[in-house]
C-alpha cells in the first residue's frame, strides 16, 4: 500500500467531519499535518476488523474506512464528545461500512472478542506510568490469531523533540506527557507474546513519531 500524503488525508478528513463543533472538526482535518496517519495506514491489512484504542473522533478508522481498506471497526475513548464526533462521521462513509465508537476508559472491560489488527496511537502517554503496562497488556490480548497490534507514540529523544511533543500537549489536551522508551514497549511485547515486525521513527515538522508493529504468533 503506497503512503498517503497528509494534504490528501486532511481533505479526505474535510469531507468526513462536516458534522459537530467547529473546533473538533479542526483538530480532525489538521491532524494528518501531525500524526503519521499515511505511514499507519499502510500497516493496517487489507479487510482487517481494527479495534482503534484511545480513538478519539474517530479519524483513524473514518480514514481506512474511506480509502476501502476496512468495512469493520471499533474504537473506543473516554472523551464522550470524541465519540458522538465520530459517530456522526459515520454518515459519511461508503455504503457497506460499519464503524461502532463506544465510550469506554483504558482500564474499564473492552470488547471480549479479538480483532485483526489493534491500534494505539498516541494513547500511552496519557496513561499513568503505573498503569501504562496494564493498558498496554490489554491492548495485546486483543490482538487475536496472526494479528497485528499497530502502536505509535510521540519520541522520547532527542530532547528538543521530546520538549516540542510535550508542548504541544500541555496546550491541546492540558496534559503532562508520560514517556516511555520504544525498547520497553518491545521488551512489553515480548512478555505479551508478540513479535516485532517494524520499527520506525518518523519525524512531521518539529514533531518526533516512534512507530512500532507487532504479530502474534512471530513474522
Known amino acids: 500500500m503506497s503512503i498517503r500524503q497528509p494534504g490528501d488525508l486532511a481533505k479526505t478528513a474535510a469531507g468526513l467531519y462536516i458534522d459537530g463543533p467547529r473546533f473538533l472538526r479542526n483538530v480532525q482535518i ?65 455504503a457497506g461500512c460499519h464503524l461502532d465508537f463506544e465510550v469506554r476508559a483504558v482500564l474499564d472491560d473492552w470488547p471480549a472478542r479479538t480483532f485483526d489488527a489493534v491500534s494505539i496511537i498516541d494513547v500511552i502517554h496519557h496513561v499513568p506510568p503505573k498503569n501504562q503496562k496494564a493498558v498496554f497488556d490489554r491492548a495485546s490480548l486483543a490482538v487475536g490469531g496472526n494479528g497485528l497490534l499497530i502502536y505509535k507514540d510521540m519520541c522520547k529523544t532527542p530532547a528538543w523533540r521530546a520538549w516540542t511533543n510535550r508542548a504541544h500537549d500541555l496546550i491541546m489536551a492540558r496534559q503532562w506527557v508520560h514517556y516511555v522508551h520504544p525498547q520497553r514497549v518491545v521488551q512489553w511485547a515480548e512478555e505479551a507474546g508478540l513479535a516485532v515486525v517494524g520499527t520506525e521513527r518518523i519525524n512531521n515538522f518539529w514533531y518526533g513519531h516512534d512507530l512500532l508493529v507487532f504479530r502474534r504468533g512471530g513474522p
Do not use: K
Request: proline share 6%; hydrophobic share 40%.
Open 30 to 94: 489538521y491532524r494528518p499535518y501531525i500524526c503519521p496517519f499515511g505511514e499507519l495506514m499502510a500497516a493496517v491489512p487489507a479487510g482487517a476488523r481494527v479495534l482503534d484504542v484511545g480513538c478519539g473522533g474517530g479519524l483513524f478508522l473514518g480514514l481506512l474506512a474511506s480509502e476501502g481498506t476496512i468495512t469493520d471497526g471499533l474504537g473506543i475513548d473516554t472523551s464522550e464528545s470524541a465519540i458522538r464526533l465520530a459517530r456522526q462521521m459515520t454518515g459519511r462513509l461508503p
